[in-house]
């Protein structure tokens, strides 16, 4: 049985061949109901910026459950990226509705002009498992772990603190490596710890790969 996947903030990447200045002429020329273009906010947006890179604000009008929110493009070497979306009117979207609207975009806007203009659409899946976000070595010492040590005590007994740490070294010793967050999100949602213990444990983790990296830095 294949193991549960995590759902995450999705990526979007808007790829051109030739400048990007083709990508806003694209998306802009397409921009539909219900959204809409904020040059104003651009405007603001860029007199904070410290660079010259371009900068592209879409709204997207508020609908069901979803709050009206800002879509925020920021200009790459090759194109744009959408660097956040802002709802107007509630503290954070939270993932699921995050995507659902970077999707709406994907199938409203972006897509429609990329078929036009020939820039490429990168987006990233909804959803990732610990496979993909670890090689095989530290992540199967991490399962290993998970699987054998008491979730009561994390790894408080010799035998868990062990295979713990031989985690610890897996991950630190190959690339790419989870984030804190990741772990403790992995831990309660997929492998059933208490958010307490998980906590704890992502903790642990954050600390040991900045002592081992701090001890590789200074040793002769």
């Not at 759902?7 to 979007?12: H, Y």
């Not at 030739?18 to 109901?33: E, F, K, M, W, Y």
């Amino acid at each position: 049985m294949s193991e549960k996947s995590i759902e995450v903030f999705q990526n979007l990447h808007l790829n051109s061949r030739s400048t990007p200045s083709v990508i806003r002429g694209g998306i802009l020329a397409r921009v539909q109901a219900p959204w809409c273009h904020d040059p104003h906010r651009e405007d603001d947006i860029r007199h904070g910026a410290i660079d010259d890179e371009d900068v592209i604000v879409l709204v997207r009008t508020a609908s069901d459950d979803i709050d009206e929110s800002a879509l925020v493009l920021w200009q790459e070497a090759d194109g744009y990226r959408v660097s956040n979306i802002v709802p107007r009117h509630v503290g954070e979207l939270g993932i699921t509705r995050y995507n659902a609207i970077l999707q709406d975009f994907v199938e409203r806007v972006a897509r429609p002009a990329a078929q036009v203009e020939g820039f490429e659409i990168e987006l990233s899946s909804a959803s990732q498992s610990l496979d993909d976000w670890l090689s095989v070595e530290p992540a199967a010492a991490l399962r290993r772990f998970s699987h054998l040590a008491n979730k009561s005590t994390g790894a408080a007994h010799p035998k868990d603190r062990e295979r713990w740490y031989a985690f610890l070294i897996a991950a630190y010793r190959n690339t790419p490596r989870l984030d804190s967050d990741q772990l403790a999100r992995w831990l309660v949602e997929v492998e059933h710890w208490s958010f307490e213990k998980a906590q704890e444990l992502a903790i642990d983790y954050e600390f040991a790969l900045g002592l081992l990296e701090q001890y590789d830095q200074l040793r002769p």
